[in-house]
């Protein structure tokens, strides 16, 4: 039988030549109808009002709905970037109308940047954003910035775009060694850190009296802080601190040790140790002297420290945790390269200052790069090791293993039980 | 307009049992149905589709990964049940809680704003509605600056000994109040005393102030008035208080999150967990199923004992 031959110019045969030497998107076609036909079908059965209809729903398998294949970038003509970010993670002028080294980068590229601060919760913009993703659908962002657990479950779906190293020469040069090869995104061909984030143990003077805390043993046993001990939602932080108070290392342990350390927390839970599992809530917290003692995130604690004197942090001897809140480019992003020229600029140093020297938390870039750069503006950021880690503080950061998606499900349901569910 | 479709209209509003009983002709059979359009649509779209899919999504198995099918595991069912009973329980005890307290401050306000507020009512009225201008989230928050280890609230109380009291019947912990089971329902009370207020206030309103004289000239007492005219006559409001009350109370989180602890964690905050953390989906909607069940069954029992005339 003659080879059927579509009436398509040289550049779409050679597109679609390109998609189907890819994997994962050679059954996307198949599938992509068969799913649409049972879909319509779903509706039919609706109409007739049935139980038929509940068969029809279900959610597709994540990574297979579309190829991973890069989408058609507007960049040229619209010169737009859509950027989703947290909550007061950018510089702000002094009346709070503007971010000065956003402003700089549309001066100079031409590019509008939309910010957005959307983001309140990993787990909240997953559940946000999944339906679009996993629909191969437009999520209306170029840019969004998520921690690095979150990332690391994206890159696995392939829900994100590969980055074009071509255009984050500054990133790729400047980039700390401590951020460069995560396992879950090794040599950063999807994802650049946007800040680094360390985990620590903040305790409030007044309400300890002015004995200091300094590790999680004493969080989870000293009596003297029996019902003012807050630890955090976030599994991996109470886990990895635990671990590494346990001696574990978060980077490699076992699920036996998972358990121990969760059997570990649920002592202090059981004797009322503990008052609360808590988000970004603890600052109110252990700023009114509510909480005596918690596991706390530096850049917050940094912040609090200019306005109540009272806030203390300790990195303890076992070590700290460390992770990311990373910029990704979502499937369907319609700039795409204007997203990665904005990565690129805030590796630039004196914008990577400016940014560091306002938000407080870890700068991802090299230290003896931002070191210099940081100290033009304030020397006492230069020399604040959880803004910019020396030596000593590097040597003790340690970062959460990367889970499967087995794990992950099978953790957090263990971690959930620890917190009342 | 012609006379003949005039004729046709008036026809048809027309209330005579005759001819309604009598099969119609042409256009006119359709019409109640295109009057019930409207509704419908609203019903299927926004309550009878989202069920459904719940509904799917709760007899299905997998994972994000390898992606959600319909395999009729109604186990899934039992076993959120099993595992989750404690939370269910805290949640109607908690709800009931914050609905009787809702009632015995609600009701002494909604008479006075009916019988005694006189030219004030109007400002009282808004008064009562007024938190809703700020958001939910905010308000309760505030509580937690209130209520405050070291503040003012937390001090008398311990000064007069109240939460020694209240630390031995279980429901404060070591003289404090946030992150207790007081704290939540006190939360979940502040937060759905409006709900009360205002059907208890619509049907006091209602009452005939002539009643009241009219009990008195039969030489009842200001107590008896209350119990054998006031009340029955405010049973509507009542009912529908504590519904609107229980209900949306029942299936809440926020004030467990914000103002509760590990041991106080409601029904509403594990469907949150496993729908956004575990990503668990069949569990919570199956969870969320269960509850609203349970919360239908309870109702229904309410509803036969309390009462349904003219509700509202």
Redesign the interface.
């Known amino acids: 039988m003659e080879q059927y031959e579509p009436d398509l110019s040289p550049a779409q045969l050679a597109a679609m030549r390109r998609s189907l030497r890819n994997a994962r998107a050679r059954s996307a076609p198949f599938s992509m109808s068969r799913r649409s036909l049972l879909r319509a079908s779903a509706g039919g059965a609706l109409a007739v009002g049935g139980l038929a209809g509940l068969t029809g729903c279900g959610i597709p398998a994540a990574g297979k709905t579309q190829g991973g294949a890069p989408s058609t970038d507007h960049s040229a003509e619209e010169k737009v970037i859509n950027f989703s970010n947290w909550t007061e993670y950018i510089d702000l002028s002094d009346d709070e109308k503007h971010h000065p080294t956003l402003e700089a980068f549309t001066k100079r590229t031409g590019i509008k940047v939309n910010y957005t601060e959307d983001i309140n919760d990993n787990n909240e913009f997953f559940g946000k954003i999944k339906p679009m993703l996993a629909g191969g659908q437009d999520t209306g962002r170029d840019l969004m910035v998520l921690t690095d657990w979150l990332a690391a479950r994206l890159i696995r779906y392939g829900w994100v775009q590969k980055l074009d190293p071509s255009l984050l020469p500054h990133a790729y040069t400047n980039l700390a060694a401590q951020f460069r090869n995560p396992d879950w995104d090794p040599g950063r061909a999807y994802s650049y850190p946007w800040q680094g984030i360390a985990t620590v143990v903040a305790y409030n003077t007044k309400a300890t009296g002015g004995k200091k805390i300094t590790s999680v043993s004493q969080l989870l046993d000293d009596p003297s802080l029996r019902g003012k001990v807050g630890m955090l939602q976030e599994m991996r932080d109470t886990v990895g601190m635990t671990l590494l108070d346990m001696g574990k290392d978060p980077g490699s342990f076992k699920a036996d040790d998972f358990d121990a350390a969760i059997a570990r927390v649920q002592k202090a839970v059981d004797k009322k140790q503990i008052r609360r599992f808590t988000g970004n809530d603890y600052i109110s917290d252990l700023s009114k002297g509510d909480l005596a003692a918690c596991l706390a995130w530096a850049g917050d604690i940094v912040q609090l420290q200019a306005d109540n004197p009272h806030v203390q942090f300790a990195i303890p001897d076992a070590g700290y945790l460390s992770s990311t809140d990373n910029m990704l480019i979502p499937n369907k992003a319609r700039h795409q390269s204007n997203a990665e020229r904005l990565m690129d600029y805030y590796y630039e140093p004196p914008v990577a200052a400016e940014l560091a020297a306002w938000i407080n938390y870890v700068t991802p870039l090299d230290t003896d790069i931002i070191k210099p750069e940081l100290a033009k503006i304030d020397k006492d950021v230069a020399n604040n090791p959880l803004i910019v880690p020396d030596k000593a503080m590097s040597a003790k950061a340690h970062a959460f293993r990367s889970l499967s998606a087995k794990e992950d499900s099978a953790f957090e349901e263990k971690f959930a039980k620890l917190t009342g569910a | 307009m012609s006379a003949a479709t005039v004729t046709e209209e008036a026809r048809q509003d027309a209330p005579e049992p005759p001819e309604a009983a009598k099969p119609r002709r042409g256009r006119g059979r359709f019409v109640p149905y295109w009057l019930l359009l409207p509704g419908l649509l609203w019903l299927i779209v926004f309550f009878a ?1 989202p069920m ?2 719940q ?3 709760s ?2 198995q ?9 395999t009729w595991h109604f186990a899934t069912y039992w076993d959120a049940l099993s595992e ?1 009973w404690p ?1 269910f329980v805290r949640s109607v005890a908690y709800a009931a809680c914050a609905t009787v307290l809702c009632l015995l401050l609600g009701y002494p306000l909604a008479y006075l704003i009916a019988f005694r507020a006189g030219r004030w009512r109007n400002l009282v009225l808004i008064l009562v509605i007024a938190p809703f201008f700020t958001s939910f989230l905010i308000r309760t ?1 505030a509580w ?2 209130i209520l ?3 503040g003012p609230v937390v001090g008398t109380l311990n000064s007069l000994h109240i939460l020694d009291v209240t630390t031995w019947l279980g429901i404060t ?2 003289h ?1 109040i ?2 207790t089971p007081l704290a939540v329902v006190c939360g979940l009370t502040y937060n759905f005393l409006p709900f009360m207020i205002l059907p208890l206030y619509t049907s006091l309103e209602r009452i005939d102030g002539r009643l009241h004289e009219a009990a008195g000239d039969l030489y009842a007492s200001p107590g008896t008035t209350f119990r054998k005219v006031t009340f029955p006559l405010s049973m509507p409001g009542v009912v529908s208080g504590t519904l609107l009350t229980f209900i949306p109370a029942a299936g809440d989180y926020v004030n467990a999150d ?1 103002l ?6 409601m029904i509403g ?2 469907i949150q ?9 069949p569990t919570a909607a199956a969870l969320s199923f269960i509850l609203m069940a349970a919360i239908l069954a309870m109702v229904t029992f309410y509803i036969r004992r309390a009462g349904t005339e003219d509700l509202v």
């Open positions: 589709l459904i899919y509904a799917s999504t007899i299905q997998g994972s994000l990964e390898d992606g959600f099918k319909v989750y939370q928050l937690k600056t405050a280890d070291g912990e070591g404090r946030l992150a914000l509760g602890s590990t041991d106080t964690r905050n594990v967990t496993q729908f956004l953390r575990i990503l668990d989906y």
